[in-house]
């Protein structure tokens, strides 16, 4: 069984870098596409990017200059890294699986982490 | 960016109701939708992609039509488990955008 688990500080200064891993366990990283969304307290859904051991890799433009995505398949970890944070990036950050062989759908989310933007 | 527009915001029902839930994208997105659940404190839960196919263990009571700009999410007779939010999410176009959900509570 497939899981995944997101960990990371829950508090970050605002202008700080916000860095979370998302650890997979049960099946194999390289094989498939990994993606990052958020969810603002009380709001929607928002994806950040997606990326894939080959290096295919893509971002959402509204976030793609503070962005980055990383894979270690050495230990099945999958991070995010997201600089020069404000209180609007506080949110539950959530990874997840592409199905097969793609970036799309997620069948497979990790709980989630909440990340909060304070000093 | 493709805007999805899901209507209504708030639906009160109760169990052993048909639902039908509605998401209009602001282009032609061809039958790149998606459909998920998520209760309060938990992680979306896909249920329906490319408009219409089931994901893995959904019951058979959710099911999913459309084509282009309208899209609904059917549930065919409410369970006491299927209150939550759904939301609509697009992949035809880049960046990858979600409706604003519509909120499915008890009557």
């Known amino acids: 069984q497939v899981q995944l688990q997101e960990s990371g500080p829950g508090l970050v200064k605002p202008s700080e870098t916000l860095s979370l891993t998302c650890t997979v366990s049960?099946?194999?990283?390289?094989?498939?596409?990994w993606t990052w969304l958020r969810q603002p307290p009380g709001k929607g859904l928002e994806w950040i990017g997606y990326t894939h051991y080959s290096e295919d890799t893509r971002y959402n433009p509204s976030l793609e200059s503070r962005v980055t995505l990383s894979l270690d398949t050495s230990t099945s970890l999958f991070s995010l890294k997201l600089t020069s944070v404000t209180a609007a990036d506080t949110a539950v950050y959530y990874c997840a699986r592409g199905a097969g062989n793609s970036n799309w759908p997620w069948d497979y989310w990790g709980q989630g982490a909440l990340v909060t933007v304070s000093s | 960016e493709i805007v999805l527009t899901q209507s209504p915001a708030t639906l009160s029902l109760s169990p052993g109701e048909r639902v039908t839930l509605s998401c209009r994208a602001s282009?032609?997105?061809?039958?790149?939708l998606a459909w998920f659940q998520q209760k309060s404190g938990q992680a979306p839960r896909l249920l329906i992609h490319?408009?219409?196919n089931r994901a893995t263990g959904i019951p058979a009571r959710f099911s999913g039509s459309g084509y282009g700009t309208d899209f609904t999410l059917t549930i065919s007779s409410l369970e006491p488990e299927d209150f939550a939010v759904y939301y609509c999410q697009q992949r035809d176009n880049w960046p990858l955008t979600f409706g604003g959900g519509t909120k499915v509570e008890i009557k």
């Open positions: 282009q032609g997105i061809r039958h790149y």
């Open positions: 049960g099946g194999s990283i390289s094989g498939h596409f």
């Open positions: 490319d408009a219409s």
